[in-house]
């Protein structure tokens, strides 16, 4: 399994200076504004800069106005480093009158051998490229240098392979920002009819990938692990009718066991919905290696059972099927689910600098995570809190 294994952010909103290392299962809870949608969004923008470009991916985020870290002077970058198994690679970012410039620096290196593969300047359309078509050191002009050079290195395929690895990793991550799922549509309008298991980043083709997955129950056991967990999590619920009311849409109906007739799913509540979304995120796709998904508040709408529930299905996703999960949130029956060495508390500093701690490794409350869950701590802002009392406390 390729996965993430460190990642360092210098200067990306309140990420002045965060370093961690993550595992297969990451939490990441603490008060609102302590920076966990943003760190996630720091995988994400690198995925999109790869993908769809800089210049793209930043005028999704205010073409990067506001975004540097309030602490840094005109004159310093944003920095987003990450390595997998086998590189480490550094993408950083200029600025020019506030908007973030579409040429980005870049630095890949193979860690195995230590040796360096791509190499650019912030600014430049150039990258020199190493151990690339059998020249030991190339110097080109990017086709597209508002794309990052690694793109470009993956594409001729002649370069070290380790970089199509990375490649492959950001290109399959998933993210899901949950309070921003198209429910309404869903409920109302249905799904338009598609091939294949991706569900969008907006969840908008939700019944079409179940859909795709029950047909395809007779080789595979995806779309029944999703209606096992679903049927845990709500008791009365009895599985997914499809039909097909257009040319192009598909649409869902719920069976539940206490009702003779299906329920349209404008019928049932947000929950069921929700985690129908959950399950199909974590499963819908096969184990293929690069599985990366980013959860930004599942636990929305969702009873204390069913987050159980969806904790058991994370750990199965992550233990058994080779996907690295990082989630964020503020729920604390949902924190209580995992150990601690897997949760990540993020709180600002006096300076509103986003701190990232395991809370295994906060040495202040082990003697209480033997008695109580991590849950429980949070709610008795022991640990990540968010009241006046503590913001006054910070500021002195």
């Not at 969004?41 to 800069?49: A, E, G, K, Y």
């Not at 080109?140 to 793109?151: C, G, H, Q, V, Y």
Request: aromatic share 10%.
């Amino acid at each position: 399994m390729n996965k993430l294994n460190h990642l360092h952010i210098k200067n990306f909103r309140s990420l002045a200076d965060v370093y961690i290392t993550p595992d297969s299962l990451n939490i990441l809870f603490g008060p609102n504004g302590a920076g966990k949608s943003t760190f996630l969004d720091t995988i994400w923008f690198i995925r999109d800069c790869a993908i769809r470009g800089v210049d793209s991916a930043s005028s999704f985020r205010d073409h990067g106005i506001g975004i540097l870290w309030d602490g840094a002077s005109e004159i310093d970058n944003i920095l987003i480093e990450i390595e997998d198994e086998s590189t480490k690679y550094e993408v950083s970012f200029g600025l020019s009158s506030g908007r973030i410039e579409a040429f980005a620096g870049e630095k890949l290196v193979n860690k195995v051998n230590n040796q360096l593969l791509i190499n650019r300047t912030i600014g430049s359309d150039k990258a020199t490229f190493y151990q690339f078509m059998g020249e030991d050191e190339t110097t080109i002009t990017l086709r597209e240098p508002e794309k990052l050079a690694l793109t470009s290195y993956v594409a001729f395929g002649k370069g070290d392979g380790a970089a199509s690895e990375l490649d492959k990793l950001l290109r399959a991550a998933r993210s899901y920002h949950l309070r921003g799922a198209s429910l309404f549509h869903l409920r109302r309008a249905g799904s338009e009819s598609e091939p294949g298991d991706r569900l969008q980043d907006r969840c908008e083709n939700l019944w079409s990938v179940l859909r795709n997955l029950h047909d395809r129950q007779v080789i595979d056991d995806r779309y029944d692990t999703i209606m096992k967990f679903m049927r845990e999590s709500f008791p009365a619920f009895d599985g997914l009718y499809f039909e097909q009311t257009g040319r192009n849409t598909v649409y869902a109906n719920f069976l539940d066991k206490r009702r003779r007739k299906p329920i349209q799913a404008s019928g049932v509540s947000d929950g069921y919905i929700q985690m129908l979304i959950n399950l199909t995120a974590l499963f819908s796709e096969k184990p293929n290696g690069y599985s990366l998904i980013l959860l930004d508040e599942p636990d929305i709408s969702l009873h204390p059972w069913a987050l159980a529930v969806f904790s058991k299905a994370v750990k199965l996703a992550t233990e058994k099927l080779n996907k690295q999960v990082f989630i964020a949130t503020h729920s604390p029956v949902l924190i209580s689910q995992f150990e601690p060495q897997n949760i990540w508390a993020t709180e600002l500093d006096k300076n509103g600098q986003t701190v990232m701690k395991r809370v295994s490794e906060i040495t202040d409350i082990q003697d209480l995570l033997e008695e109580y869950a991590t849950g429980s701590l949070y709610m008795a802002e022991m640990i990540a809190p968010q009241s006046q009392s503590d913001a006054e406390e910070l500021s002195q």
